[in-house]
T-cell receptor
Framework: GNSVTQMEGPVTLSEEAFLTINCTYT??????LFWYVQYPGEGLQLLLK?????DKGSNKGFEATYRKETTSFHLEKGSVQVSDSAVYFC???????????FGDGTTLTVKP | DGGITQSPKYLFRKEGQNVTLSCEQN?????MYWYRQDPGQGLRLIYY???????QKGDIAEGYSVSREKKESFPLTVTSAQKNPTAFYLC????????????FGDGTRLSIL
């Protein structure tokens, strides 16, 4: 079956530091890959996505590249802000699978 | 504005009672999903529906039931058979059952009195 493995948290960084959250996946076909963000007490919001190998998703300064050869989709941001503190989820969906597979989430705390 | 509405935000249940969580979407999405979120365990899929009048069990369906009589509505019933129902429940929808992203509601936090 499909699976998503995320870097364990929590991750604590100082403001303006570089962020990397690792995500690797196992899938039987050719999935689309997603990063979602969850702020306290809220649902998940789509942060970025990539639908095929070598695609780069980007949004709000965050980036992730779909690497088929390493089955990875690592999330990066060059300079984090306190407002980026949240839980980040990596996920995959295979065409016509009808459902997504989520990682366990990585909690990021950014300190001023 | 289009979106997903979950109600109520907080819900309390006495042991032995069934309780129904509401999920409504006005995005005209075909597919809808229910997840359970426990601290440190990510999201676990309870049930999902790809189209009206059809739904499938997810990974942890025992003790839960759903219906999908209307496209915009996908209520979840937590029955007395669910032994540990205290959790944060999230409803989501997507355009269809292909590789589209999911849109989430703000969740319902269920607690046992």
């Amino acid at each position: 079956g499909n699976s998503v493995t995320q870097m364990e948290g929590p991750v604590t960084l100082s403001e303006e530091a570089f962020l990397t959250i690792n995500c690797t996946y196992t899938a039987t076909g050719y999935p689309s890959l997603f990063w979602y963000v969850q702020y306290p007490g809220e649902g998940l919001q789509l942060l970025l996505k990539a639908t095929k190998a070598d695609d780069k998703g980007s949004n709000k300064g965050f980036e992730a590249t779909y690497r088929k050869e390493t089955t990875s989709f690592h999330l990066e941001k060059g300079s984090v802000q306190v407002s980026d503190s949240a839980v980040y989820f990596c996920a995959l969906t295979e065409t016509n699978a009808g459902k997504s597979t989520f990682g366990d989430g990585t909690t990021l705390t950014v300190k001023p | 504005d289009g979106g997903i509405t979950q109600s109520p935000k907080y819900l309390f249940r006495k042991e032995g009672q069934n309780v129904t969580l509401s999920c409504e979407q006005n995005l005209n999405h075909d597919a809808m999903y229910w997840y359970r979120q426990d601290p440190g365990q990510g999201l676990r899929l309870i049930y999902y529906s790809q189209i009206v009048n059809d739904f499938q069990k997810g990974d942890i369906a025992e003790g839960y039931s759903v219906s999908r009589e209307k496209k915009e509505s996908f209520p979840l019933t937590v029955t007395s058979a669910q032994k540990n129902p205290t959790a944060f429940y999230l409803c989501a929808s997507s355009i269809d059952a292909s590789n589209q992203p999911q849109h989430f509601g703000d969740g319902t936090r269920l607690s046992i009195l």
